[in-house]
Each structure stands twice: as C-alpha cells, then as structure tokens.
T-cell receptor, first 113, second 114 residues
Framework: KAGVTQTPRYLIKTRGQQVTLSCSPI?????VSWYQQTPGQGLQFLFE???????NKGNFPGRFSGRQFSNSRSEMNVSTLELGDSALYLC????????????FGEGSRLTVL | KQEVTQIPAALSVPEGENLVLNCSFT??????LQWFRQDPGKGLTSLLL?????REQTSGRLNASLDKSSGRSTLYIAASQPGDSATYLC?????????????FGKGTSLLVTP
C-alpha cells in the first residue's frame, strides 16, 4: 500500500512569489491535514480537510490556503512568500473520520530567498 | 490551549541501554496520543497510537504508556541500537472541536552511540 506522497520534495522561491504543494493521501483515507515545521516553532497545524471540506484551520495568515479534491488529493498554496515561510511542509492522512492514526509524507522543503 | 512538553530535549546513550522518553500535556481531555520518530530531513514515522481508554501499547522493542489523569506518557525503548538515533515526537489529539489537529511537543533528540 503506497504511503502519503508529497510533491515537490524541494523547492526554492523568492520573496513575493507564490507556491503550490501537492499531497496524495494513503488510498482510502479521506482526511488530509497539513503542518509546518520550523526549527524555532516546531510542528504547527495549518489546516485539515475531509471530503473536500475544511474542518479546521490553524493560526496562520490568509496567505496560506488549501483545498481538497474529490479523490482526496490535497493542495496547499502560499501566496506572497516571505522569508519566514521557509520550512518543511508536511502532509498527513488518516482514516476513521480523521481521528485515527496519522501517517505523514516525506514533506516539501521550501526555501524562500 | 493544550501544551505538550517533552523531556529531555536531547539524550545520548551507549548502545544496549534501555531508555525512557517523557511527554506531558496540560489538558487531560484527549482523544488519543501518538508517538512519532523523525530522521533528519525526513517526514514523521508513526510508532505507536494510544487511545484515551488505553494504558499502553507495544510494538517490538517499543512500549508506550499513557496516564491521562496526570497528563503523562512515556516511550520506553529496550536494548537501544544506533539505528534508533532520531528525534522522537509526542502528539496529542484533543477532544475539543480542534480535535482535527494534533498538538506536538518539540521532541527529544536521541543519539545511540556504538
């Protein structure tokens, strides 16, 4: 069974640009959540989607957005990039209505110059 | 707001030792608790999931316990090996409406020396 797949794995952007990250959950998992990981703040929750609906959003500015498609694949978008957006962005999926065990992908490493 | 604390922040032990990693949380109203391991530059690997009604879970050389009333969990690693070197993260899922999000600790960085 394939795990959670995230693309791209690495990317470099400049300030002011926008970026889109993609996540394919484990087959059959309808809940997808996104986390930002930085050395200073650790892991912080961005948002969670279930059956194309955003159920919860973390404390991030509106520049961070996401969506989920009917096949449960998810994308997150960051507009007007800032230096502080440099981080590892992790996607996770779970079964059991989203309350089950969380399985993470390898992450997308974003560097903003 | 749920706060999750992991002690120690870093730990170095010789190969073969048994060790305990600690995790504490401030709000006992949790749905479950999950332990992860993270290798440098990689994603998180799930190790153990403990439901709020459970006291412990075991997988191979790993044993995790949960004392919800005192807000504590421990991860016991038996007969440590150099391959166990990684950062170990504890995360709780609250019972509140924000239960869709996990609250993570900052992790314990473990180094097992040959």
């Amino acid at each position: 069974k394939a795990g959670v797949t995230q693309t791209p794995r690495y990317l470099i952007k400049t300030r002011g640009q926008q970026v889109t990250l993609s996540c394919s959950p484990i087959s059959g998992h309808r809940s997808v959540s996104w986390y930002q990981q930085t050395p200073g703040q650790g892991l912080q929750f961005l948002f969670e989607y279930f059956s194309e609906t955003q159920r919860n959003k973390g404390n991030f500015p509106g520049r961070f957005s996401g969506r989920q498609f009917s096949n449960s694949r998810s994308e997150m978008n960051v507009s007007t990039l800032e230096l502080g957006d440099s981080a590892l962005y992790l996607c996770a999926s779970s079964a059991a209505g989203g309350f089950g065990e969380l399985f993470f992908g390898e992450g997308s490493r974003l560097t903003v110059l | 707001k749920q706060e999750v604390t992991q002690i120690p922040a870093a730990l170095s032990v010789p190969e073969g030792e048994n060790l305990v990693l600690n995790c504490s949380f401030t709000d006992s109203a949790i749905y479950n608790l999950q332990w992860f391991r993270q290798d440098p530059g990689k994603g998180l690997t799930s190790l153990l999931l403990i439901q709020s009604s459970q006291r412990e879970q075991t997988s191979g050389r790993l044993n995790a316990s949960l004392d919800k009333s005192s807000g504590r969990s421990t991860l016991y690693i038996a007969a440590s090996q150099p391959g166990d070197s990684a950062t170990y993260l504890c995360a709780v899922r609250p019972q509140s409406n924000s239960g869709y999000a996990l609250n993570f600790g900052k992790g314990t960085s473990l180094l097992v020396t040959p």
